[in-house]
C-alpha cells in the first residue's frame, strides 16, 4: 500500500533555532518527492522537488534531503523565522506506464515562537 | 505567477443542497484537480481532470461530480450535501501532456486558496 509517515505532527521552536521534519514512505514505483509549504488559511505551495537521483535539494534556508534505499526524506530549515509558521507535507509520487498517483503526507505543524 | 481562484474561501450549506464549487487558473494547464483536506489526514483526490471535458476518478469520488467544460474552469458539484462532507477543499492545476491521463506526477501542482465548506 503507498503510504507516506510524517513525523513529528507538530513542533515548536524559537526563532532563530534550526529544525528537521522527517518524511518515510512506501510508494513505489517511485517517480519524484516534493515537500510543501502550506501558510493556515492557504494552498500549499511547492519548495523542493527531488527526483530518484537527486539526494539534496537547497532553497534558500530550507534543505531537502532523499534517501532513495531507506524511502526517507527529511526537511531542515535554518535559522528559523516566525513566517516559517506553518504546515510542511511530504508528497511522493508515483509513475506507471500510463498513469500517475501522488500520495499526500498528513503534515507536520511548525510554530516558531519569538 | 500562477494564479488559482476559487469562488468562495468560505461556504455553509444545509443538508441535501446541491452545492458548487468553482476553480479558475489563468496558466493554460491541461491538468486540474479537486482535493479534500481534513485534520490529519493528507489531501485526498477526489477528482482530477487532463483535458476539456475529461476527468477520472480519485481516491474518494463518492457524492461528487465535476464538470470541465472550458480549459481553464473545473467545478466541484455536491449533489446533496451531506455533513460528513464538511471540509476543505483545494482545487490545484499543473500542466501536462495534452489527452493523457497518466503525465501530472512530473509537474508541480498549484494550488488555490481553498474553500471552507461547512454542512450543517
Known amino acids: 500500500k503507498n503510504q507516506v509517515e510524517q513525523s513529528p505532527q507538530s513542533l515548536i521552536i524559537l526563532e532563530g533555532k534550526n529544525c528537521t521534519l522527517q518524511c518515510n514512505y512506501t510508494v513505489s514505483p517511485f517517480s519524484n518527492l516534493r515537500w510543501y509549504k502550506q501558510d493556515t488559511g492557504r494552498g500549499p505551495v511547492s519548495l523542493t522537488i527531488?527526483?530518484?537521483?537527486?539526494n539534496t535539494k537547497s532553497n534558500g534556508r530550507y534543505t531537502a534531503t532523499l534517501d532513495a534505499d531507506t524511502k526517507q526524506s527529511s526537511l531542515h530549515i535554518t535559522a528559523s523565522q516566525l513566517s516559517d509558521s506553518a504546515s510542511y507535507i511530504c508528497?511522493?509520487?508515483?509513475?506507471?506506464?500510463?498513469?500517475?498517483?501522488?500520495?499526500f503526507g498528513s503534515g507536520t505543524r511548525l510554530s516558531i515562537r519569538p | 505567477d500562477v494564479k488559482v481562484t476559487q469562488s468562495s474561501r468560505y461556504l455553509v450549506k444545509r443538508t441535501g443542497e446541491k452545492v458548487f464549487l468553482e476553480c479558475v487558473q489563468d496558466?493554460?494547464?491541461?491538468?486540474m484537480f479537486w482535493y479534500r483536506q481534513d485534520p490529519g489526514l493528507g489531501l485526498r483526490l477526489i477528482y482530477f481532470s487532463y483535458d476539456v471535458k475529461m476527468k477520472e476518478k480519485g481516491d474518494i469520488p463518492e457524492g461528487y461530480s465535476v464538470s470541465r467544460e472550458k480549459k481553464e474552469r473545473f467545478s466541484l458539484i455536491l449533489e446533496s450535501a451531506s455533513t460528513n462532507q464538511t471540509s476543505m477543499y483545494l482545487c490545484?492545476?499543473?500542466?501536462?501532456?495534452?489527452?493523457?491521463?497518466?503525465?501530472?506526477?512530473?509537474?508541480?501542482?498549484?494550488f488555490g486558496p481553498g474553500t471552507r465548506l461547512t454542512v450543517t
Open positions: 496558466m493554460d494547464h491541461e491538468n
Open positions: 508528497v511522493v509520487s508515483a509513475r506507471y506506464s500510463s498513469a500517475s498517483k501522488i500520495i
Open positions: 490545484a492545476s499543473s500542466p501536462g501532456t495534452p489527452g493523457t491521463s497518466g503525465s501530472f506526477s512530473s509537474y508541480e501542482q498549484y
Open positions: 527531488m527526483t530518484f537521483s537527486e
